[in-house]
T-cell receptor, first 113, second 114 residues
Framework: QQQVKQSPQSLIVQKGGISIINCAYENTAFDYFPWYQQFPGKGPALLIA?????SEKKEGRFTISFNKSAKQFSLHIMDSQPGDSATYFC????????????FGTGTKLQVIP | GAVVSQHPSWVICKSGTSVKIECRSLDFQATTMFWYRQFPKQSLMLMAT?????????EQGVEKDKFLINHASLTLSTLTVTSAHPEDSSFYIC??????????FGSGTRLTVV
């Protein structure tokens, strides 16, 4: 019930293309869905997050799409750049109280020139 | 704002010795901090939840006596890997919670046990 499934495991996209990473969760009590970006040898950094009361959130080139009925959410990176090459983790948790988040398995993105 | 400092960034120790990793919230108070372990090319595995002034809550399968967590102040949590062995070699990451859904991660500590 606490699992968050993430796909694909790895992704290669050409510069300027769209990178799409998908996640699915099981626990309907989750109400906070962040995405983290991690560079090698560094800790994850929050990229963008969404709550289930909206179906889409956009920040710059990054967009989260959320489908509550399907219990799925995805990250779209528009105009992908080589600097976006990193590992991306989706996560799910609770917006109220101080509780842990559950991470997806990660997607290694490589943007080639 | 919401800066977390983790130290050291890397450490090499001999088998059988203990290593302490510090996680500090620099500009906020963190009543709750989390410790994760990450194996190469894998996701973050939550080891324990560290609560200021009380005992840590460990995830199933994590040895409490091996991974000692202390959260003595609102800005500092420490993870001590006791009697380290090569299989404890990993990337350890802390995160501190600055709001109900706001987490900031440290930069991680690469532990190598030889």
């Amino acid at each position: 019930q606490q699992q968050v499934k993430q796909s694909p495991q790895s992704l290669i996209v050409q510069k300027g293309g769209i990178s799409i990473i998908n996640c699915a969760y099981e626990n309907t009590a989750f109400d906070y869905f962040p995405w983290y970006q991690q560079f090698p040898g560094k800790g994850p950094a929050l990229l963008i997050a969404i709550r289930p009361d909206v179906s889409e959130k956009k920040e710059g080139r990054f967009t989260i799409s959320f489908n509550k009925s399907a219990k799925q959410f995805s990250l779209h990176i528009m105009d992908s750049q080589p600097g976006d090459s990193a590992t991306y983790f989706c996560a799910a948790g609770y917006s109220g109280g101080y509780q842990k988040v559950t991470f997806g398995t990660g997607t290694k993105l490589q943007v080639i020139p | 704002g919401a800066v977390v400092s983790q130290h050291p960034s890397w450490v090499i120790c001999k088998s059988g010795t203990s290593v302490k990793i510090e996680c500090r919230s620099l500009d906020f108070q963190a009543t709750t901090m989390f410790w994760y372990r990450q194996f190469p090319k894998q996701s973050l595995m939550l080891m324990a939840t560290s609560n200021e002034g009380s005992k840590a809550t460990y995830e199933q399968g994590v040895e409490k006596d091996k991974f000692l967590i202390n959260h003595a102040s609102l800005t500092l949590s420490t993870l001590t890997v006791t009697s380290a062995h090569p299989e404890d070699s990993s990337f350890y990451i802390c995160s501190a919670q600055h709001s109900p859904s706001g987490y900031t991660f440290g930069s991680g500590t690469r532990l190598t046990v030889v």
